[in-house]
């Protein structure tokens, strides 16, 4: 017998490499960390705008966060928390929610349904719904056919990218290049069933382009999976966010997921579905069986964030998301700056060093925001990635800008 050999055990490699992916990012997060930029302990009692890092007493704002309304410290939301613990007195069933569940974890499946106006599923976590969701999508089960080729977007967020390998056991799996239609019709000529699988508002700034998605689905019966996390309740009158605003009655060939642990302000995902979409066995093929429904405290949360969603508040929030977003875009304007328009902005400086500098030099002067490498970014483009908040206020944007346009001046 020979010996065995590294290339005898080595996988294909078709969609991922942790080999060359591990040591390239690692290198970049050791660099962050010898910058004192990670695991800053914090305490948070006098919000996102004031958070005291626990160890040195430095204050600073905090530009990372993806509660972009600030609906995480709403009191209405922490209360409706507690309030759920005292009342069910259970942190949890500790079991399979397609078996037995509390009665307030359908209550919530209900509210989200009639908030957002169309079937809404809940789930522990977004990252669940889409491992549980994309191996049944390709294989045919929620569509009631022969498998989809799915064509996933370059930049679709890693939470989807993670299952690729899973759903091509199944089916053909491709690589869109960013927002291209063209490559997409091209597929969808070729192929019988095809699903496309993107984000609405992508993570590192930019939109999809939904009504060339639209159109492509009202010709070829194209299937959309959309990741909308990033716009849930930072738009639409009851916050139901950017892909809405196209797909606003949702069929068989939709489904928009979101993540409630962003600007929703609580924890957990959710999927839109259409009205008449029977998913049940979704719950029993895969994570969603595994891991369980939202625990108690989460169920309260989103129950609060729900009433806030369905108060005058939200589009004040909302309204002053858009003002900080505006005053920022007028005065970064032709300073390349990433993501006009966009609470998610991205300042790209190049090598990884170059970027880490700026996020350290940001931080002494009161502001986290979060250096952004290779593979989130191509090689090369390394930069910072910040996010404004509608629960920051006008002029603690402006005194923001002031600090960024100076650091910037003086970057070399
Ligand atoms: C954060 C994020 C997720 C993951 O959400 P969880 O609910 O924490 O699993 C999924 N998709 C996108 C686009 C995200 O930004």
């Not at 993806?66 to 409706?80: D, I, K």
């Not at 390349?336 to 880490?356: C, D, L, P, W």
């Not at 989130?376 to 908040?389: D, K």
Request: hydrophobic share 40%; charged share 20%; aromatic share 8%.
């Amino acid at each position: 017998m020979t010996e065995t050999g590294i290339e005898d055990v080595m996988g294909p490699h078709r969609f991922r490499n942790n080999q060359r992916m591990v040591p390239a990012s690692e290198s970049a997060w050791q660099l962050a960390a010898d910058h004192g930029m990670l695991d800053i302990r914090v305490d948070a009692t006098h919000g996102q705008n004031r958070l005291r890092d626990v160890r040195t007493g430095h204050e600073f704002l905090n530009l990372a966060s993806c509660s972009y309304l600030g609906l995480n410290s709403h009191p209405t939301v922490v209360e409706a928390g507690v309030t759920a613990l005292r009342e069910e007195r259970v942190t949890g069933l500790a079991m399979a929610e397609f078996r037995i569940r509390l009665d307030a974890a359908h209550r919530v499946e209900e509210e989200l349904s009639a908030l957002f106006g169309t079937r809404v599923l809940p789930s522990i976590s977004c990252g669940v719904l889409s491992s549980a969701v994309l191996p049944l999508l390709g294989s045919g089960h929620l569509t009631g056919t022969d498998p989809l080729v799915v064509v996933f977007d370059r930049f679709a967020h890693f939470s989807m990218n993670f299952v690729k390998p899973v759903v091509a056991d199944e089916t053909l799996v491709l690589t869109c290049p960013h927002n291209d239609m063209d490559f997409l019709e091209d597929v969808c000529r070729r192929y019988p069933r095809v699903a496309y699988v993107c984000e609405g508002a992508y993570s590192t700034g930019g939109l999809a382009d939904l009504e060339g998605i639209r159109a492509l689905q009202e010709r070829y019966g194209l299937y959309v999976y959309l990741d909308d996390s990033h716009a849930l309740s930072t738009q639409g009158p009851y916050g139901e966010g950017y892909a809405r605003s196209v797909f606003r009655e949702l069929d068989e060939r939709t489904m928009i997921v979101a993540s409630t642990a962003k600007a929703f302000g609580s924890t957990g995902g959710i999927a839109m579905l259409g009205a008449s979409s029977q998913f049940d066995f979704l719950y029993r093929s895969g994570p969603m069986g595994w891991s369980q429904g939202l625990r108690t405290a989460a169920i309260g949360t989103t129950l609060g964030s729900i009433a806030v969603h369905r108060s005058p508040e939200l589009g004040v929030r909302q309204r002053r998301l858009a003002e900080n977003i505006a005053l920022f875009d007028r005065r970064m304007k032709d300073r390349g700056v990433r993501g006009t328009g966009s609470h998610i902005k991205f300042v790209t400086v190049g090598e990884n060093e170059r970027a880490v500098r700026l996020a350290t030099e940001l931080y002494r002067r009161g502001y986290y925001c979060s250096a952004m490498f290779f593979p989130v970014v191509p090689r090369g483009q390394a930069g910072i990635r910040l996010m404004l908040r509608g629960d920051m206020t006008a002029a603690m944007t402006e005194r923001f800008v002031t600090v960024l346009e100076d650091v910037l001046d003086g970057f070399a």
